[in-house]
T-cell receptor
Framework: DAKTTQPNSMESNEEEPVHLPCNHSTISGTDYIHWYRQLPSQGPEYVIH???SNVNNRMASLAIAEDRKSSTLILHRATLRDAAVYYCILNPAGNQFYFGTGTSLTVIP | GAVVSQHPSRVICKSGTSVKIECRSL??????MFWYRQFPKQSLMLMATSNEGSKATYEQGVEKDKFLINHASLTLSTLTVTSAHPEDSSFYICSARSGANSYNEQFFGPGTRLTVL
């Protein structure tokens, strides 16, 4: 399974942008890049996914490096409700998710 | 977005008893469901993959006779923890995939907190 590396924790001030990095140097051509987040005692929540091009949705943006060996999840204005563990997951279409350790995001009021 | 429910949300049982956890896809048909376990302060660990109408595929190190999985319909999968012991206490989370999208998005349930006394 292709592996991802994320910082264990990050902090951000409220209403400021947050850039959450993910390294995936062993990514293969068919691996989608998924981002999920998990609040305490809840199931993971879908944030965004991409394959090659940068992606935007109402929650976040996903910037994918040209060589696809890294990606960055961008929260444009962090709110207290964005405090969660963010997981970057590689997944070939039709296969399982294997979660890494994720990044615990703290948002400071 | 698609909704996945789990029941119960929380269960406490005595050591040696069996506990069944249900996972339902409420507004879509789930061709594949997944079961995860999460211990405190740790990440999710995939336990097994379940396809409707066929036997579940268990991850290495997960005892299939202890964690019985049934996926009898396109909207329901169950996980039964047999002869539960305190070390089985954990947060169990299911997810479901419709198979309609090639990018393989999974929809997660809210989780079930199991405490074995």
């Amino acid at each position: 399974d292709a592996k991802t590396t994320q910082p264990n924790s990050m902090e951000s001030n409220e209403e400021e942008p947050v850039h959450l990095p993910c390294n995936h140097s062993t990514i293969s051509g068919t691996d989608y890049i998924h981002w999920y987040r998990q609040l305490p005692s809840q199931g993971p929540e879908y944030v965004i996914h991409g394959l090659t091009s940068n992606v935007n949705n109402r929650m976040a943006s996903l910037a994918i490096a040209e060589d696809r060996k890294s990606s960055t999840l961008i929260l444009h204005r962090a709110t207290l409700r964005d405090a969660a563990v963010y997981y970057c997951i590689l997944n070939p279409a039709g296969n399982q998710f294997y979660f890494g350790t994720g990044t615990s995001l703290t948002v400071i009021p | 977005g698609a909704v996945v429910s789990q029941h119960p949300s929380r269960v406490i049982c005595k050591s040696g008893t069996s506990v069944k956890i249900e996972c339902r896809s409420l507004d879509f048909q789930a061709t594949t469901m997944f079961w995860y376990r999460q211990f405190p302060k740790q990440s999710l660990m995939l336990m097994a993959t379940s396809n409707e109408g066929s036997k579940a595929t268990y991850e290495q190190g997960v005892e299939k006779d202890k964690f019985l999985i049934n996926h009898a319909s396109l909207t329901l999968s169950t996980l039964t923890v047999t002869s539960a012991h305190p070390e089985d206490s954990s947060f169990y989370i299911c997810s479901a995939r419709s198979g309609a999208n090639s990018y393989n998005e999974q929809f997660f349930g809210p989780g079930t907190r199991l405490t074995v006394l």
